[in-house]
């Protein structure tokens, strides 16, 4: 199944938990990262193209689908790999500025004609985080967002990672990846610790939230990816 149809599967979005949704996207984004890092953009990545391959006991394997849409940035790397047809139409130039791509998870200078590059897929990736953490995979990213994400440290992951501005947008999928990797770890450890005692008052730790059966916002020791 795709992402769309391995969440109706489980009973929707909300019904799995976060932890496992951002595993997920932490994989996409390290499958992400792995081809920008051969130089292929996918340039069309929504939650259709994401394929999720069940495992024993509830886990799963992540694999992209339909690079169709894709782009090779710099075909010599490619060649030095070894990697001498992945079935792609065109190559990426200053003038290639044909429009492809879902336009929800398109970012604002590939909506007004500028050729895609590495930092569009980093933009659809922010989009997708928003709708998992959200349970929705039909809304966009529109104005008042923020509050779909009670988490504020999810708040800044998605924010930089699907900023309108590509010079502030965040800086790779690479490091997107680490963000999540973060996150998901947090999100484990709490649910791991809530399910056999309450939380300790430990001082770094910010208060838990009033909200019956929501969790304290995420902790993490380091934010030095900009």
């Not at 782009?71 to 500025?97: H, V």
């Not at 590939?110 to 050729?115: D, E, K, N, P, T």
């Not at 963000?179 to 809530?194: D, E, H, K």
């Amino acid at each position: 199944p795709n992402l769309v149809e391995w969440a109706e599967n489980e009973g929707g979005l909300l019904a799995i938990p976060l932890s496992t949704r951002l595993k997920a996207m932490m994989d996409l984004a390290q499958s992400v990262a792995a081809a920008h890092d051969v130089g292929v953009l996918h340039k069309d990545l929504k939650p259709p193209n994401v394929l999720m391959a069940p495992r024993a006991e509830g886990a799963f394997q992540l694999n992209v689908a339909d690079f169709g849409s894709g782009s090779m940035m710099e075909p010599s790397r490619l060649s030095a790999l070894g990697i001498t047809n992945l079935g792609f139409t065109q190559t990426l130039s200053p003038d290639a500025g044909s429009l492809t791509g879902t336009l929800m998870y398109l970012p604002p200078e590939v909506l007004a004609g500028q050729s895609p590059t590495a930092s569009a897929d980093v933009y659809a990736l922010g989009v997708m985080l928003y709708q998992v953490v959200a349970g929705d995979f039909r809304k966009p990213l529109s104005p008042g967002w923020e509050s779909d994400v009670p988490d504020p440290l999810l708040r800044e992951d998605i924010a930089e990672a699907a900023c309108g501005d590509p010079a502030r947008r965040m800086p790779s999928a690479a490091a997107y990846a680490e963000r999540l990797q973060g996150a998901a770890a947090c999100v484990t450890n709490w649910n791991r610790r809530a399910s056999v005692r309450a939380l300790p008052n430990v001082a770094s730790r910010q208060p838990v939230p009033a909200v019956p059966g929501q969790r304290p916002p995420l902790q993490r020791s380091s934010r030095a990816l900009r």
